[in-house]
Every structure is written in structure tokens, then in C-alpha cells.
């Protein structure tokens, strides 16, 4: 056996016996070789309509965020009572403007779109946990859920 092909063989023994790391989990660095553990964010925590109805008839203190798409929101004349409207794609930016700069991170935050599975609602709360959020639901059904169970509403300013 020539000697390239001999430290060829050596080499690649060597390389297959030391461990190589390229990540860590938990802490403790992983192996190549071994497979990849996929971390699962925790599940978006849902809110019924009569459950937000209930809340607001009992004046407890509960921020709520309407990210309806800029046509379904201009479409409609009215939002949830005391809702704020954020557009889903500048929600995490206005976190740091009044009103929301000033809710505390462990006010219950409820969103609602009006998204066929509530799609924009629980990317909004997914933000608003990242954010350091801890108690925010999505309100299951959204607007048009909302519109059923007759839940309190409000004109909504108009934009020229």
C-alpha cells in the first residue's frame, strides 16, 4: 500500500472516530450524526367569543388587537369594543409606540382577524409571546365569530 493511500485510510479512521459538533441542544452540543431534535413553539391558547364577551360584559382588563387585512377592516364601519387595529406585518415595530408600547407584558392580549383559521390572530400572538408577552389568546372564529355571538362593537375612526 503506498503511502498517500495509507494516510488517506488513517485520516478518514481518524475523522470518523472524533465526534464533530456543529450545534447545540439543551446546552450540550450535538452530534453530527445523530438526529436533529425539533423544538416545538408552545400552541397559540384560544379564546371563544362568549368567553371575550363575558370578559369585557365584567369590565376586566383585556387588551385587544384587530389585525384584519387593510380591505376587510376598511370594509367594515365597526371593530371590537376598545380594540386597537395594527397591521399584522408592522405589529412587531409598533410595540414600541403608545398604545401598545405602554400594555404591560402580563396583560391578557386577545387578536382577532377575520381569516378564514384565524391564520393572522395567531401570528400576531405568536409576536406578541416572542415579544415577552405571557398571556395572549387568539380569539377563536374571529371577527365574523364575533359578529355572531352579537359581541360589543364599536365605530371605528375613519381614515381620509
Not at 450535538?30 to 431534535?37: G, I, K, M, S, W
Not at 378564514?116 to 415577552?132: H, N
Amino acid at each position: 500500500m503506498s503511502f498517500k493511500k495509507s494516510s488517506l485510510l488513517g485520516f478518514m479512521f481518524l475523522f470518523a472516530c472524533v465526534p464533530t459538533t456543529n450545534t447545540r441542544v439543551n446546552g450540550e452540543p450535538a452530534l453530527l450524526n445523530q438526529e436533529t431534535v425539533k423544538v416545538k413553539a408552545p400552541e397559540i391558547p384560544l379564546i371563544t367569543a362568549e368567553e371575550l364577551k363575558a370578559k369585557l360584559a365584567r369590565n376586566e382588563a383585556v387588551a385587544i388587537i384587530d389585525v384584519r387585512a387593510t380591505t376587510s377592516f376598511a370594509d367594515s364601519d365597526t371593530k371590537i369594543k376598545g380594540a386597537v387595529h395594527v397591521k399584522l406585518r408592522r405589529l412587531k415595530y409598533r410595540l414600541g409606540f403608545p398604545p401598545l408600547k405602554d400594555v404591560p407584558r402580563d396583560r391578557e392580549i386577545v387578536t382577532y382577524c377575520a381569516c378564514p383559521k384565524d391564520e393572522s390572530a395567531l401570528s400576531a400572538a405568536r409576536i406578541l409571546m416572542d415579544s415577552g408577552f405571557t398571556r395572549v389568546r387568539a380569539l377563536k372564529g374571529g371577527w365574523q365569530e364575533w359578529l355572531k355571538v352579537s359581541g360589543q362593537v364599536e365605530r371605528r375612526a375613519k381614515t381620509s
